[in-house]
Nanobody, 116 residues
């Protein structure tokens, strides 16, 4: 089993920054990939950024150039640095861990609200 705990969400003015943190515990392997997803009210959960087990990074087009995902393998943590935030970034952000055989685990989510 894997447990994921997010933190770092909050209320921020447009143009501001936040850093989300996700600490993983349990059966974590460096061969697994980690990601951030987000879900706005009434919308589906979408991928924001993913970092693979070999450090490759994928970003949603809407956040490219503004968000950065990075991982601390020693601490079993993944972070999402969010800069130049926009109101449309408002959502609940979820941490995701995917094993080598595609089993997925989710955190409970952290709310990010951006006001103009």
């Amino acid at each position: 089993q894997v447990q994921l705990e997010e933190s770092g969400g909050g209320l921020v003015q447009a143009g501001g920054s936040l850093r989300l943190s996700c600490l993983a515990s349990g059966s974590i392997s460096s061969s697994g990939g980690m990601a951030w997803y987000r879900q706005a009210p009434g919308k589906q959960r979408d991928l924001v950024a993913r970092i693979t087990n070999v450090g490759g990074k994928i970003y949603a087009d809407s956040v490219k150039g503004r968000f950065t995902i990075f991982r601390d393998y020693a601490e079993n943590a993944v972070y999402l640095q969010m800069d130049n935030l926009k109101p449309e970034d408002t959502a609940v952000y979820f941490c995701n861990y995917q094993t080598w055989d595609l089993i997925q685990y989710w955190g409970q989510g952290t709310q990010v609200t951006v006001f103009s």
